[in-house]
Every structure is written in structure tokens, then in C-alpha cells.
């Protein structure tokens, strides 16, 4: 599991320029969307084309947060990244990959392939929302319907969770801030290649986009919210 505590001299600028540490102290359940990014069998199984090898370790923190948000009234959703065509993502796949990393990639990737398929070990449930995007981020409206399926809900608020911390997830992150939908990151529910890259991640995040909270927090904040959502 990636390192999560965020550096002193980091939480210090924070509270000076916001006057705490979190941007958003409480939840609506019923307004709040789980947004699972990636954990396909392309990125989480052993040996495939963009294996995360910390992608497994999160899992456990994934369901919880999927259960805890079903059970507080929210909605849960499995993005999964799927290329159809090469011309679709033929950008990264011509220039940024090697011939043989990009053909091996663009066929774990294709719809229908088994490295397309959720991680076995994810637990979806009836009644999530199932949305496919083909770029890194999940709220670029050219990329995939899922801004407009979360307005159409009432949903205001979304939690990230999935892979990787600094690519899908932080481009699916800044975008839904940038729609103006209140946005956390889950500390210990993403993963990336390296702490590093992760820890960068989350640092950038929470200082101009949004909130970082944990598992265990973000589970306290839905959960906390209950009883008002039951009364209204």
C-alpha cells in the first residue's frame, strides 16, 4: 500500500491559505457518485500490458467504499477504458508506445477482450452505472457520458478510487472539479507505478482541486450523513 500521510510543510500551506485542512467537511449521500476508475484485468492482473502491481492491494478499500455508498443511498460506478479502433487513441498509441507495447496494449483494451473485463475480485451490484471512456479522463465530455449521466441523477459530489493515481484518476479528478462537482480523492483507494508518484498526486490534488480523505474517512462522511438523508 502506498505511503498516504500528506507532508507536514504541505498541510501547513494549506491551512494557512484555506483555514483547514479539508475543503469539504461533510456529504449529501444521495447527491455523492463513487467513480471506480480502471481496475480492469488490463491494469490489475499479473503480467498484463499496464499492470499496477499496487492496483490489487487497494481492492479490499474499493468494495468497502462501494458498500458503504450503496447502503447511504449514493451510486457507484465502473468506468473501464476501451479502445474499439486504433484511430481512436492513435495519439498515445503511434507516438508515446513502442510498436510492440502498443499493440500489446490496444488488444487488452479492446471491448470484449479479458483484459477489458472488471478485476474478479471487484464486487459490482445491481443497480451501478457501467461507463466506458477512450481517454485518461472520465469526465471529458468527447471521452465518455458520465458528466452528463451524474447532472441527469442529481449527483453533485464525486469520490475517485481506482488506477492509476496520477493518470486516469487524477485527469478523471481535475475534470470533475473543473465541472464544478465537489471532488475527493481516496488516499488509500488509488494506486500508481511508485509512492512517489502517487504521494505527488494527492499533494497537487488537495491543495487546488479538491479534498483527500481515506477509506476509513470517507466511509465516516457518508456515514455520518445517514440519518439527515433518511429524514429528508
Given at each position: 500500500m502506498h505511503p498516504t500521510q500528506l507532508p507536514a510543510h504541505v498541510i501547513d500551506r494549506i491551512v494557512f491559505r484555506r483555514g483547514r485542512l479539508h475543503g469539504f467537511e461533510a456529504v449529501d449521500p444521495r447527491k455523492s457518485a463513487l467513480v471506480v476508475v480502471d481496475m480492469q484485468n488490463v491494469f490489475c492482473a499479473k503480467g498484463a500490458?499496464?499492470?499496477?502491481?499496487?492496483?490489487?492491494?487497494i481492492v479490499p478499500n474499493i468494495n468497502?467504499?462501494?458498500?458503504?455508498?450503496?447502503?447511504?443511498?449514493?451510486?457507484?460506478?465502473?468506468?473501464?477504458?476501451?479502445?474499439?479502433?486504433?484511430?481512436?487513441?492513435?495519439?498515445?498509441?503511434?507516438?508515446?508506445?513502442?510498436?510492440?507495447?502498443?499493440?500489446?496494449?490496444?488488444a487488452q483494451i479492446q471491448p470484449g477482450s479479458e483484459g477489458h473485463a472488471l478485476w474478479p475480485e471487484m464486487e459490482p451490484a445491481e443497480g451501478d452505472l457501467f461507463v466506458a471512456k477512450n481517454r485518461y479522463s472520465a469526465f471529458l465530455p468527447s471521452a465518455s457520458s458520465l458528466g452528463n449521466e451524474l447532472r441527469e441523477r442529481g449527483i453533485d459530489t464525486v469520490i475517485i478510487v481506482g488506477t492509476l493515481t496520477n493518470v486516469c484518476c487524477e485527469s478523471s479528478a481535475r475534470d470533475a472539479a473543473m465541472l464544478d462537482f465537489k471532488t475527493f480523492m481516496v488516499s488509500d483507494a488509488n494506486a500508481a507505478r511508485s509512492d512517489e508518484e502517487h504521494m505527488a498526486t494527492l499533494v497537487n490534488f488537495?491543495?487546488?482541486f479538491g479534498d483527500v480523505r481515506s477509506t476509513d474517512e470517507m466511509i465516516g462522511l457518508l456515514t455520518a450523513a445517514q440519518p439527515a438523508a433518511k429524514r429528508a
Open positions: 500490458a499496464v499492470e499496477v502491481a499496487a492496483a490489487r492491494e468497502r467504499l462501494a458498500r458503504a455508498t450503496r447502503a447511504a443511498g449514493g451510486t457507484v460506478v465502473w468506468v473501464q477504458m476501451a479502445i474499439a479502433r486504433w484511430h481512436e487513441w492513435a495519439l498515445v498509441l503511434d507516438n508515446l508506445l513502442s510498436p510492440a507495447v502498443a499493440e500489446r496494449t490496444f488537495i491543495q487546488t
